[in-house]
């Protein structure tokens, strides 16, 4: 189908070292700009006494969210090289950061490159590849009178569940993936109350 997209599990990290200076990258699963910005300020604290904090993400099942950063190092030779090895590894929810501790001796424009993209290589040549299927998650509302019908819809789509409420009336919230979203949205209109986007 063509809603699943590779992403990676879970952290991972990668090293390369030339002429004294050492590149750390780390690679990331990230599903937001928000969460790509907290990483970043995090490790920007971590490694306060570094040099730069070069970074790139790509987000999303087509990857049309996405940012190459340089953090003062000439321009192109850092984030570019690094959202180059993301899309090589046809990777999208993905932030990888390389902190560069300078050694004294300057690597040039294609030293630079090839810093930046081989750290970010070794991360993600680190990283347990996934995939993942794009979705949307929704609260639904009924009446317990449609209970055994949005059951029966939940078991139909496979659609995982989360913050189930059964008072006066039930809600729940439903992940719905992109190809299943029509039809979704047509058995919910006969049968909830309500069904909306999160």
Request: net charge negative.
């Amino acid at each position: 189908m063509g809603d699943i997209y590779k992403s990676i599990a879970s952290k991972s990290d990668g090293l390369f070292k030339d002429n004294g200076s050492r590149f750390i990258a780390s690679a990331w699963p990230v599903e937001s700009e928000e969460e790509v910005k907290s990483i970043v300020d995090s490790l920007k604290k971590e490694y306060h006494d570094a040099r730069h904090h070069c970074y790139a993400y790509r987000l999303g099942a087509d990857g049309g969210i996405w940012r190459a950063n340089d953090d003062g190092e000439p321009s192109g030779s850092a984030g570019r090289p690094i959202l180059g090895q993301i899309d090589s590894a046809g990777l999208s929810d993905v932030l990888v950061v390389v902190v560069r501790y300078f050694g004294g001796i300057k690597l040039g424009i294609p030293g630079l490159i090839r810093a930046y993209k081989t750290s970010t290589a070794d991360a993600l040549g680190n990283a347990s590849v996934c995939e993942k299927i794009a979705g949307s998650w929704y609260r639904v509302g009924f009446g317990y009178d449609a209970m055994p019908q949005v059951m029966k819809m939940v078991k139909d789509l496979d659609l995982p569940q989360r913050g189930r409420e059964f008072g006066n009336d039930c809600t729940m919230e439903l992940r719905v993936r992109d190809s299943l979203r029509e039809d979704f949205l047509e058995r919910t209109s006969t049968i909830c109350t309500f069904a909306d986007l999160l």
